[in-house]
């Protein structure tokens, strides 16, 4: 019997690991089961410059920094997960150190969805379901010389030994004027895009494979 699919999104800010509890469960794209393995993603990361006709996972996080995340490295995080393939039931998993607080905002085509310590744990995934969570994560890490990162990954939609298209949203917002982007990786290009403002950064990463991305900050004087 088949396994059921694997996705995964490993981050520095929550550590989240997506995958169905159990085994067995049917897929939402049969076609998963009759790809030839010369199509099939190894693990290499691989950007799209347009996404598949059908609608696929799509990973969206809210970041915000205050000064008590530069201070401690902990942010509000709001999260949501769209298009989750359809299984009986799945759990999105954090790691215990970088999450507090977890609380479920919304759910939709989804039976049944509770927080279990570090997890969040779902039955009765259907077709087109939803599920939006709010937490305190342990997002920043301090550099030394003012400077500060935000890691990000793997994020990564896996079946058995194949990976596949999947869609990251990233939005991080502050309201410190001495707080500056310095830069991000991997550097923008076709299939991950890149906004900036005074007091917010985003991107769009539309890809297969592991994706890991790095976002720099400093503090400039005021």
């Not at 159990?22 to 099939?40: D, L, R």
């Not at 691989?46 to 942010?75: C, E, K, V």
């Not at 049944?112 to 939803?130: K, S």
């Not at 997002?139 to 990162?149: I, S």
Request: proline share 5%; hydrophobic share 40%.
């Amino acid at each position: 019997m088949a396994r059921a699919a694997f996705c995964r999104s490993i981050s520095a800010l929550a550590l989240a690991l997506l995958a169905p509890a159990s085994a067995g469960a049917a897929m939402s794209e049969e076609e998963m089961f009759f790809k030839g393995v010369s199509e099939v993603n190894d693990g290499e990361l691989t950007f799209l410059s347009a996404a598949p006709a059908d609608p696929i996972h799509h990973h969206q996080n809210q970041i915000t920094l205050t000064r008590d995340s530069l201070a401690g490295g902990w942010a509000r995080l709001e999260q949501c997960h769209h298009h989750l393939d359809p299984v009986p039931d799945m759990q999105i998993v954090y790691s215990r150190d970088r999450i507090r607080d977890i609380t479920i905002l919304r759910s939709e085509n989804i039976g049944r969805a509770w927080v279990h310590e570090n997890t969040v744990q779902l039955d009765q995934v259907a077709r087109n379901a939803l599920i939006c969570i709010s937490a305190e994560t342990r997002a920043l890490t301090a550099e030394g010389d003012n400077g500060f990162t935000l890691s990000n990954g793997p994020y990564m939609r896996r079946f058995l030994d194949g990976y596949y298209p999947m869609r990251v949203s990233m939005r991080v917002l502050w309201d410190m004027p001495e707080l500056r982007f310095v830069d991000i990786s991997p550097t923008p290009r076709s299939g991950l895009s890149f906004t900036e403002t005074a007091n917010e950064i985003s991107y769009e990463a539309l890809f297969e494979g592991e994706l890991r991305t790095r976002i720099r900050f400093s503090i400039v004087p005021r």
